[in-house]
């Protein structure tokens, strides 16, 4: 069992910068993929960004590559999503979730599959002025 309690969310402005953060509860968080997910009120959600086991690998959505990191800190349990020049379009609901290593291998066609996951945190509003 995993719990995640994400954090960092609020209010910017277009152009600014947030932190988001995602703090992972047991000893076993190297085991799992993290992921970044977001939900806009209306519409489904949809991928942002996942991490490798170790963070050698990352994966992003087209719509934030370039402006958006995906790290994690095993020693900390926790992963980050690091939002630079941040659009309006990007206010949603941001929600971290972990997807247990079966051995296949970290895949991008896999990665960016919200089935994929096994455990969610609870969510943190990110809302971007124009």
């Known amino acids: 069992q995993v719990e995640l309690v994400e954090s960092g969310g609020g209010l910017v402005h277009a152009g600014g910068s947030l932190r988001l953060s995602c703090a992972a509860s047991g000893r076993t968080f190297s085991s799992y993929f993290m992921g970044w997910f977001r939900q806009a009120p209306g519409k489904e959600r949809e991928f942002v960004a996942a991490i490798s086991r170790f963070g050698s690998t990352a994966y992003y959505a087209e719509s934030v590559k370039g402006r958006f990191t995906i790290t994690r800190d095993n020693g900390k349990n926790t992963v980050y999503l690091q939002m630079n020049s941040l659009k309006p379009e990007a206010t949603a609901v941001y929600y971290c979730?972990?997807?247990?290593?079966?051995?296949?291998?970290?895949?991008?066609?896999?990665?960016?599959?919200?089935?994929?996951?096994?455990?969610w945190g609870q969510g943190t509003q990110v809302t971007v002025s124009s």
């Open positions: 979730a972990a997807d247990l290593d079966r051995g296949i291998g970290f895949r991008l066609n896999i990665a960016t599959m919200k089935e994929e996951y096994e455990y």
